[in-house]
């Protein structure tokens, strides 16, 4: 059984960091693509960052370029989001999910496998 867990969200002021990590279990995710991301209440699960199995590319969301960064320690299993100047629009459920194919895509349905999320709440 795959899992994906996620961990590092919680409670910062704005302009603060936060370090979310993702760690999976069930198989082995070298090969595969890795992305977060993040659900405000009342909107749609939309992409914020993604990453290839070897970590040499990675795509981000305009609106978090700069300031977030995602990085993978396929040894570990673990792939992690690290955020930076933090705005209160950065407020959601953040989710790690993973797909059976190498190539980083921001769509939702192209991914296979969840976590059950992390909140990050950021206050002004």
């Known amino acids: 059984q795959v899992q994906l867990g996620e961990s590092g969200g919680g409670l910062v002021q704005a302009g603060g960091s936060l370090r979310l990590s993702c760690a999976a279990a069930?198989?082995?995710?070298?090969?595969?693509?890795m992305g977060w991301f993040r659900q405000a209440p009342g909107k749609e699960r939309e992409f914020v960052a993604g990453?290839?199995?070897?970590?040499?590319?990675?795509r981000y969301a305009d609106s978090v370029k700069g300031r977030f960064t995602i990085s993978r320690d396929n040894a570990k299993n673990t792939v992690y989001l690290q955020m930076i100047s933090l705005k209160p629009e950065d407020t959601a459920v953040y989710y790690c999910a993973a797909r059976t194919i190498a190539a980083v895509s921001p769509r939702v349905g192209a991914y296979d496998y969840w976590g059950q999320g992390t909140q990050v709440t950021v206050s002004s």
């Open positions: 990453i290839t199995w070897r970590g040499a590319n990675t």
């Open positions: 069930g198989r082995t995710f070298s090969s595969d693509a």
